[in-house]
Every structure is written in C-alpha cells, then in structure tokens.
C-alpha cells in the first residue's frame, strides 16, 4: 500500500525563522512529488519533484527531493505570518493508473 | 482565479437525506477526482475518472457514487447521508499525462446531524 509521511505534523515558529517540513514517501512506480499549500479552501500548488527536477525554488520556498532516501524536504525562509498553512505533501505513482497519494500534512503556525 | 468550481461550499442536512455534490471544470481536463479529509488527516482517494463514462473507487471505501457524463461534470451522490459521512469533500482535475498536479476545487463541507 501506497504511504507518505509527512513531519512534524505541527510546527509553530516566529516570523523570520526558517522552517524545514519534511515528507517521506512508499510507493509504486514513484513518478513525481508534490507540495501543496492549504489554507482554508483548496490545497494550492507549489511545487513538483520528479527524476529529472529534483530541486525547485520560488521566492523564499525551495525543495529538494533524495530518491535515494525517498523523502523530500520543504523550506521557507524569513517566515512570514501568511505562511501560516497546513503543507500537504503528495507522491504520485501507479503506472498507467496513475494518482496522488498525500501525508497527513504539516501545520505550520508563524507568529507575529 | 479557480478553474475548478464546487458546490454547496458549505451544507447541513438531516440523516437520511439524498445530496449531491457538484464539481465542474472549464480546463478540458479528462481526469477529474474526489477526495475525502477529516480534520488533521490526509486526504483520501474515494472516486476517480478518466474521462466520460468512466468511474472507478479510490482506496477510501464509500458509500457515495459518481458519474461523468460530461468531460466537465463529476457529481458525487450520496443516497442516504449519515452523520459518519461529515467530512470535507475536495473535486480535483488534470490533463491527461502523467508528470501534472492535480487543480483543485474549494471544497464542500458536509455536515449530516
């Protein structure tokens, strides 16, 4: 069966930390993985990792991807209290069948 | 802008009640999905197509159906709500081809009392 985990499942920090969620995944036939970012609606896309882009940066956001070690690794730095979000992190696999598989999901909490 | 739409964002309805959940999309997207999430928990995989006429369960098991009649239309029915169905229903689509993510709808919150 298809599983990502994802930690801390809870993370509370002050504005201009810098934060590491981490996402570690089992699945078949991996294909790519994905961060998400939700706040009180509909998960919003951040980034995608597959074989062949295993690093992304977009302003202070940036992930890697280890798929040796089958995890990735999200970081926000010089937080800011509108990172605050649960980080959904998904692996998509499967083969022909392909679908998203998400973790739990990070609660980030930045305060002012 | 969202591309994907869902309604009701917000429903509260007695046991017992047949509803249905509306997703549309405007991006010609042939795969479209439902998940389910529970607060704090991960969302879960319960219907998914891959384009018209074509409906298969996800690896939730639930007690709700779909169909896709149309490439931008994937209504979710449920025939008889129960209180254990409360939850948060998630619609989401891609274009065909595997490397995409998924564009998601706002959500409808359900609520069975």
Same mark, same amino acid.
């Given at each position: 069966?298809?599983?990502? /985990?994802?930690?801390?499942?809870?993370?509370?920090?002050?504005?201009?930390?810098? /934060?590491?969620?981490?996402?570690?995944?089992?699945?078949?036939?991996?294909?790519?993985?994905?961060?998400?970012?939700?706040?009180?609606?509909?998960?919003?896309?951040?980034?995608?990792?597959? $074989?062949?882009? %295993?690093?992304?940066?977009?302003?202070?956001? $940036?992930? %890697?991807?280890?798929?040796?070690?089958?995890? $990735?690794?999200?970081?926000?730095?010089?937080?800011?209290?509108?990172?605050?979000? %649960?980080?959904?992190?998904a692996v998509g696999?499967?083969?022909?069948?392909?679908?998203?598989?998400?973790?739990?999901?990070?609660?980030?909490?930045?305060?002012? | 802008?969202?591309?994907i739409y869902q309604?009701?964002?917000?429903?509260?309805?007695?046991?017992?009640?047949?509803?249905?959940?509306?997703?549309?999309?405007?991006?010609?997207?042939?795969?479209?999905?439902?998940?389910?999430?529970?607060?704090?928990?991960?969302?879960?995989?319960?219907?998914?197509?891959?384009?018209?006429?074509?409906?298969?369960?996800?690896?939730?098991?639930?007690?709700?159906?779909?169909?896709?009649?149309?490439?931008?239309?994937?209504?979710?029915?449920?025939?008889?709500?129960?209180?254990?169905?409360?939850?948060?229903?998630?619609?989401?689509?891609?274009?065909?081809?595997?490397?995409?993510?998924?564009?998601?709808?706002?959500?409808?919150?359900?609520?069975?009392?």
């Amino acid at each position: 069966e298809d599983k990502v /985990v994802q930690s801390p499942l809870s993370l509370v920090v002050h504005e201009g930390d810098t /934060v590491t969620l981490n996402c570690s995944y089992e699945v078949t036939n991996f294909r790519s993985l994905l961060w998400y970012k939700q706040e009180k609606k509909a998960p919003t896309f951040l980034f995608m990792l597959t $074989s062949s882009g %295993i690093e992304k940066k977009s302003g202070r956001l $940036s992930s %890697i991807l280890d798929k040796k070690e089958l995890s $990735s690794i999200l970081n926000i730095t010089a937080t800011q209290t509108g990172d605050s979000a %649960i980080y959904l992190c998904a692996v998509g696999g499967g083969g022909s069948n392909y679908k998203l598989t998400f973790g739990k999901g990070t609660l980030l909490t930045v305060n002012p | 802008e969202a591309d994907i739409y869902q309604t009701p964002r917000y429903l509260v309805i007695g046991t017992g009640k047949k509803i249905t959940l509306e997703c549309s999309q405007t991006m010609g997207h042939d795969k479209m999905y439902w998940y389910q999430q529970d607060p704090g928990m991960e969302l879960h995989l319960i219907h998914y197509s891959y384009g018209v006429n074509s409906t298969e369960k996800g690896d939730l098991s639930s007690e709700s159906t779909v169909s896709r009649i149309r490439t931008e239309h994937f209504p979710l029915t449920l025939e008889s709500a129960r209180p254990s169905h409360t939850s948060q229903y998630l619609c989401a689509s891609r274009p065909w081809g595997a490397d995409y993510g998924y564009t998601f709808g706002s959500g409808t919150r359900l609520t069975v009392v």
